[in-house]
């Protein structure tokens, strides 16, 4: 036996070594600090401090399992800066808008060190980005303790906006719990479920999420007979899905990433799981990437969402082919929450014609500008603090697209339900 | 009893896959004496090879499988040639800075996919993906299937190599005691490259037969070191039996937890088991009395 030959205080400490870096995530990618490449103005002698860029701090995940997200995200809101740019809206007062990226490695301690670093090193105006709501809310808490106001691009679980933090705001996102404004007007007019099933992903916003769902189902007498929550990057969901074949549920209501919706309605169709309505609460089922990796098992899938390609606000079809075209991949609601954000940004930096941190703050408190994700403004709510209210839909996958089937009068396709069983199709 | 049986086989199956994986870094733990951290980049890379085969020329996985292990065998004995044997001579303050020299290749392995690929989920598209045969009220996955029995065959095909032919025992030799080896006329050099090569092809198999039913991206070899560490542990460091029923182990672990109590905790059973037999089974699965596995060494 080898382990003879070593030395008997090696092995521990080399066990404990190697999990300590397993469990560290071992990704030590360092933080990625990117500079756009927005110059600043090459005016060479006049170096003074009237030239000083004002520092945007946008805390994305640019590696780690969520970084096809930020990656999204993070061109989305370039692709609004080019814009933005040409218009000469990218230089207040004599100094230029500087976006700086930095990574928080889809983890939530880099997130905090993310912004400590933003504020106290580079000293930023302002910070936007937040992914993941666990993340978004150490960002937020950093943010308000640093009175740094913070502009919320995507985190949605609804304590982030509820403890009063006045230098929080959150516009292009809803609170998790009202993704599903307009399902349960559709459940109500439409569907009338019994039973439903509940699965999410144990994560902030999934918990809030299902926590939403099963408030306004109680208060609508639907009973839930399955309630359960997954790790995420599970590969394996069959034993979940056959223990719910067993109730037999009228719908089930997911909260998922991407790939795990993929997995999960693709093993739907593996246990033979059909309930009347699968309908995903936003996230991962809206995305092209869903319907790629889940090939036709994607079809009549719906989700909740916030923004369709095709919704009638200005500009929203324009940045869909813009991105298209600069990108050579389509977006989703979270590229346009990106994209809208940049623009909330620099409207009220116009506003605020300073650098100065309170002053940006009234100014984005005062907003109402119409985005591409609708007119935005930051109000208090329902316990709620500059948070927007939010417009959503329901979509339907149909044929390989995604197709807004609720509310009616905004429908680009009437909606099917219940949908075929797998063996019909 | 159906559900449990049911919840049993799919962990079997799935553990059959992860035992691969963990065979590889079993088979370098045991020559080398390091944890190889960059086990789960090799898988990563065996899938993105397998990937890009499927996407691009029409391969099927399981035929991509056969360019993806000799690939990533030229890859893992590169690295071991030209890195890590420069370093296992030197003396340093840390006695294992090999292990500290495979998680640098791990970043550089996962940051080279990542700007090639992006940080894009991928996976491939197959006609036989949700298949499923049904035998007395169990189903079984085809992929599942075809990865479990392709996985079998590669264990004992690498059980045979160690046993049977001289290389094989050159291997067995190295691991057992490298200085007397070296006394043998054994070069340990040369047979840490083909270890480590050996160790890197059954990765990319691993990976390969792993593509067809989950995904891909460039971080998800985290995951697959973790798994085949906790393999390696609880198998007994350096023993293939060990880590090929360690790794069964584990699959049904995850397998029966998820269907009676929760899948919100599914990492969590893999540690509480690692934990385990750490406290009452230092030694492994090996240290067990099976004839069949003390034989081994």
Redesign the interface.
Known sequence: ???R??RVW??P???V???A???G?????GNNTVNTGMNQPASGTDQTTKNEAIKIGVILP????E??F??MEKNAMLLAYEELEQAGKTTIDGKKIELLFEDDQSKQDSAKAAAEKLINQDRVAMLSGGYASSNTNVIASTAQAMKVPFLIITGSADDITRQGWNYVFRGTAAPASKYTGAMWDFMDTVVKPKTAAVIYE?TDFGTSSAKGFRESAASRGIEIVYD????K????????L??MKKKDPDIIFAVSY??DA??IV??M???DLNPKLFIGGAAGYTMP?FK??A?S?SEYISSTTLWVPNVAWKGAKEFYENYKEKYSKEADYHGAQAYASMYLIADALSRAASADRDAIQLALKETKLDTIMGPIAFEDWDGYTNQNKPTTYVVQWQEGKLEVIWPEDAASKSYVYPVPTWKER | MLDFLQALIWGILLGGMYALIAIGMTLIMGVMKIINLAHGALVMVGMYITYVLNVQFGLDPYIGLFIAMPTLFLLGALIQLLLINRIIDVDAILPENQVLLTVGIMVVLTETMRLLFHSDYRSVQTSYASENIHIGGISLSVPMTIGFFVALVFVLLLHLFLKKTHYGRMIRATAEDRIAAQYMGIPPKTVTVVTFGLGSALAAAGGALLLPIFYLWPDIGHLFTAKAFIITILGGLGSIVGAFFGGLLIGVFESLGATYVSMGYKDVYGLVVFLLVLLFLPGGLKSLRFPALRRER
Request: glycine letters at 12%.
């Open positions: 036996m080898f382990l030959k070593l090696k092995v400490f080399m066990l070594l190697a999990l870096l397993i469990l995530g071992c990704s030590g990618g640019l590696t780690g399992s970084a096809m930020g990656e144990n359960q929550s997954y790790e990057g599970a590969l394996d969901f069959k034993p979940i056959s223990n991407v790939m993929a997995l693709k093993q169709k593996e246990v990437e790629e990796n090939g098992a």
